[in-house]
């Protein structure tokens, strides 16, 4: 918008405010000042102030010639015509109410971009970490053998032991010669006491874990059912996109059950959780059992040992 006036006759005074609407929906309004001369119907104008403005706007050159007849304005400033015409203050306060209501649009279809990036990226994430907990999951299912044979071994080793002392014991063979096997199971009460702890903090972190997942699997169908709504409300705002963008909105609502989310990885987290939770309860039982009565050989090999070397 410019405003200018003649005082004194011949020379020109006022203002230039540029409005621009930039694509995010952003607003932004300058001010420059002008100055100039007026020979029916020739114009010559000036501008000045805010030089960095300008020169974004008009390039170097900030002179402008053109005419003045009737309600029409035209001004030249090098390869570029610029063409003004007179509206009352009312229609152009509108004007500027119709441009704000294009920067809410613009603002609105660049929410609902970042929005849709956001549920994609949510989803991508959600995706890697049910990836991740079904390779652990396996691992842990397919771990209950070795478990197993890990204190089965334990408890024959044990047994070994005590069976081997009690005789030399018995004998007044020097604990010295025999004490080997005394001092070993003394020593690995500490890794039974440890793998105990290490499976109940599993068991917890499994359950922590698992109610994490099912809460992000929520929120990305929240966020992803939310940004298709916002998309839809876009559409209309697109203007000659609209056509495509609710082809998009009526892809996507196919989508609708599981968003970007992978529907065989869901699945098979659902199908593997109360697998990886009986593991864990089957590994703690063997775990407790085994302690138990790796325990009660423990004490009779010490007791033994505890009675040699007292003698």
Known sequence: MIRIVESPPGHLAGSLVSTTIKLNGSKEVENFSIRGSYEKPNVSLRLGGGVAGLARLFGENTLFVGTLKGRTLILNNGNFTYKFQKVSDKQYQEELIDLDTQSQHLSFIEQTKKDMRE??????????????YLKWGQERIAHIPAVRNWYANRINNYTIC?????????????AWKWQKCVLSIQTDKYYRNQNLSNIRNLREWNRKTVKRLNANISAAQEQFTKAVQMLRTSCPYRKTENKECMKEVNRLQNMRDVGFLDKDLILKFRDTVPKVTDALDKDLSVISDGNARLSRIGRQVSDIYQYAIGQ
């Open 119 to 132: 549920a994609l990226s949510l989803s991508r994430n959600v995706n890697s970490g049910l990836a991740q």
């Open 162 to 174: 005590l069976n081997y002392i009690r005789p030399l014991a018995a004998s007044h063979v020097p």
